[in-house]
């Protein structure tokens, strides 16, 4: 939403790699595995940091949303979630980043933050119950 966020932590990226020395598994956000030595670079300075802005608007957010959730399904097709996951998941997961994760301090930022956080799970689980009773009726 046009400002960086303050509650991402530091995580360590893989940056440079031989592309034919790598495989990339199918998953959202996953780790590529490298045949050979990995490295840490020296320490840099707080200015030097890559920073990450990801989504500049809802409209990128929701958009890549239903990719990532197709993903999940296909990762956690085995779950059986039931109708008390449609609630407790996303409510769980709104706490955890309004509240545990500071996302009040943000303000409106935050709040739409963890609201979409919450209906990320929430459609998460509902498509897995879709799933599950499209394949039953097969």
């Known amino acids: 939403m046009g400002e960086f ?3 991402f932590k530091y995580d360590y990226q893989l940056r440079f790699f031989k592309k ?4 990339w ?26 920073q990450h802005y990801a989504n500049p608007t809802l409209f990128q957010v929701i958009d890549k949303s239903n990719d990532y959730t197709n993903n999940e399904v296909l990762r956690k097709q085995k779950k059986k979630y039931g109708v008390m996951a449609l609630f407790y998941r996303p409510a769980l997961r709104f706490f955890k980043n309004y509240i545990i994760s500071g996302g009040f ?3 409106i930022r935050g709040l739409i933050r963890a609201q979409n956080a919450a209906f990320y799970q929430w459609l998460v689980v509902a498509k897995i119950i879709e799933k599950r009773m499209q394949d039953n009726n097969r």
């Open 5 to 7: 966020s303050r509650d």
């Open 20 to 23: 034919e020395c790598t495989i």
């Open 25 to 50: 598994p199918p998953t959202i956000h996953s780790v590529p595995i490298v045949q050979g030595r990995i490295e840490k670079l020296k320490k840099l300075r707080r200015v030097d940091v890559i």
């Open 105 to 107: 301090r943000m303000g």
